[in-house]
């Protein structure tokens, strides 16, 4: 399994970036993927996932201005963030349920916010 992530970059405050999660190989669940980020000195945290049945969860923090979506055709799934905030900044890593207690993570991808 590979999930390739890319869209990270640096942006002034209230600006907007979308990611994506490619999505390949065999045994991940491509209907339970999620966005989890991690800051400097922080523990990873949830940002946004969907969940079994087409429901999503978001982060408090985020909700309203991040938007999570996917791509059956193309195995990708997308997060919008839009009115992004200094303390948005963190690696943001795609993951995905494998079988059993699996869990795959990409590699990562830096989203930078300045004020």
């Known amino acids: 399994v590979q999930l390739v992530e890319s869209g990270g970059g640096s942006v002034q405050a209230g600006g907007s970036l979308r990611l994506s999660c490619a999505a390949s190989g065999s045994g991940f669940n491509f209907n339970e993927m999620g966005w989890y980020r991690q800051a400097p000195g922080k523990q990873r945290e949830l940002v946004a996932t969907f969940l079994s049945g087409g429901s999503t969860n978001y982060a408090d923090s985020v909700k309203d201005r991040f938007t999570i979506s996917r791509d059956n055709t193309k195995n990708t799934v997308y997060l919008q963030m839009n009115n992004l905030k200094p303390e948005d900044t963190a690696v943001y890593y795609c993951?995905?349920?494998?079988?059993?207690?699996?869990?795959?993570w990409g590699q990562g991808t830096q989203v930078t916010v300045s004020s």
């Open positions: 993951r995905s349920p494998g079988t059993g207690l699996l869990v795959y």
